[in-house]
């Protein structure tokens, strides 16, 4: 690989004369077995071919096998014939005449479209790889859906389901969009009315939905690894120049299936290599393969420890049970015969053809005709993409906007109703996460001219987000004047990067790190960021009011790792200080970085005692706000949402705007700290306040 080679050199700094690339070097270590050979001692070609005869016989018969997909022939007929019998009634689409219902999957790597009759017949399918365009896949298989039909023939409603749902469904003017799980199970329900389970295997996913009640109880994914799912068995079958039919026929008169697992392909890959060393099939392995799948699905993705949980009636589904060496696996496992419907790997466009029908019927409109994009207009569709930065909230989500000629629009990417630009205007919702963040930082500093003893920056980060209306008023009054750090964004944190010592602390801490950095840039020369060992006590009970190690501290840790902090031009002042007043006062006359500052015990006990007033006031305006917007809750019908957390959840960088996904679904976000006064005491079970609370 040409590429590899250049950015390795690059990479390293190589010249030329570095550099060695043998000729065929992908034969190297052949060659190097050669050439070591030719000290050995010299055999015949005869007893060369004898030893390799021996070796393509030879086969490890002391381990354990897996039970053979059939012991004898008679049994694969059987097994046929009974599979024979799951197939849909098919329709001549040229000799038709009247209604019908499309359905369309649009998958993640294929597409599928499906066309039935009013009495649920096939009438015409199509199947399809998306080569990364889902939509044009679509496209081309609709035109050539178009070329068939006869002028007889008309397309009443039209659905789509899968991964493409809302693109398909907004580009080519459907009537109707349903989630997979629902489009699955209604095409299974039509071959087994009262399925318990539905296994869908495809080529690089599974999917279980269990069924209970006539109604969908659970659904899993594969989550990580897959095992391959059929991908893998295809692409092996290919790396030995055989077909998948080929290959699925070697596994059903297998004889010996090597037990392979379930584990990943990387692992999967080495054992059938091991397999092969030891002399088993290509039969034994593909239908080791099978029960590997087979196995992967029920204890990866479905969890099922006890295979009576699937229930008595399971439907199968998903392009890799047309393999039969798999499907049969599957009956052998689970210890019970399934239904595997002729178009199992169409069922998802099958299940929303059906939902079409149904919701056309719903319609009670005979003369309803489908608005889906006709012929001519597919072939004047012009789609223009554009990415662009949703700017509603502070997740800034990468939104993909598709403009179609048509004049509609589809955006992806979002992850709220502001990105897919269908948020309606409405009555905004009471937020105490934004409230209590703009009142915690309202404070404005003094004018230069004003701040007799100068400036001091005070960094926005972690207990700050609870104590610095204390410390701004405190400093005010000393005549400093307070600047605070930026607020926090992505880049803050990239700013004092290079300054964290540990990965493993909170993020939180790590952005105390850019936050300084931020001061500096602004020039501030004096910085206060104090260790707290104790918090205020919230409750005169409370048995402690310790703080965390991190708040207590980590002032320390910025000193010595920002190495900017250690100029002799910066001041950075990071005592140990208590919150009483009278050792707040005795401390801060100690503190030698204080000292030029001739502070008197009179000044600091009266801007301490302001300093205790103005946090008061604050705790007052929070718990004030709570009260009004429980009573707001109440006189409007509404719910609200306690968003508890540490103070300096607050920070739109740490909470990631959850504040606001919570009040964009019309719900009001409360803070503990808002209502936490309104709780009943133990000892009278009565609240100081009592109001209804609706959560």
Known sequence: ??????????????????????????????????????????????KLKAKMELLKSYKDDTKDHLKPLFTIDEEYKEFRRRHGKDKIERKDLKKYKGKSFLGIDAGSTTSKIVLIDENNNLLYSAYKNNEGKPLESVISMIKRLYSKLPEDVQICYSGVTGYGENLIKTALNLELGEIETMAHYRAAKNFMPNVTSIVDIGGQ???????????????????????????????????????????????????????????????????????????????????GLSYSVVKNAIQKVMKIRDVETLGENIVVQGGTFYNDAVLRAFELIVGKNVIRPDIAGLMGAYG???????????????????KILKEEELDNLKINVMHLRCKGCENHCLLTLNEFSNGKKFISGNRCEKGAGLEKAKKEIPNLYKYKYERLFKYKPLEEAEAKRGTIGIPRVLNMYEDYPFWFTLFTNLGFRVILSEKTNRKTYEKGMESIPSESVCYPAKLTHGHIMSLLEKGIKTIFYPCIPYSRKEDKNANNHYNCPIVISYSENLKNNIEELKDKDIKFINPFLPFDKKSLAKRMLEIKEFKEYNFTIQELNSAIDKANEEYENFKKDIKQKGEETLEYLKNNNLKGIVLAGRPYHLDPEVNHGIDKMITSLGLAVLTEDSIAHLRKSKETNKSSRPMDIPF
């Open 205 to 287: 996913d599974m999917k279980y939905i269990k069924i209970k009640n006539g109604a969908v109880d659970n659904i899993m994914l594969n989550e990580a690894c897959s095992s391959g799912c059929g991908s893998f068995i295809e692409t092996f079958a290919k790396s030995l120049n055989l077909k998948i039919e080929e290959f699925v026929n070697e596994a059903i008169t297998a004889r010996k299936p090597v037990d392979l697992g379930s584990r990943c392909t990387v692992f999967m890959n080495s054992k059938i290599k091991q397999a092969q060393k030891e002399g088993y099939s290509v039969g034994d392995i593909s239908a």
């Open 352 to 370: 929303i053809a059906l939902i079409s029908k149904e919701k056309y019927q719903e319609l009670n409109n005979e003369k309803y005709i489908s």
């Open 1 to 46: 690989m040409s590429e590899l080679r250049k950015r390795f050199i690059e990479t390293l700094n190589l010249t030329d004369k570095e550099i060695i690339f043998p000729e065929d070097a992908h034969l190297l270590v052949a060659k190097g077995a050669a050439i070591e050979s030719a000290s050995s001692k010299t055999i015949s070609y005869e």
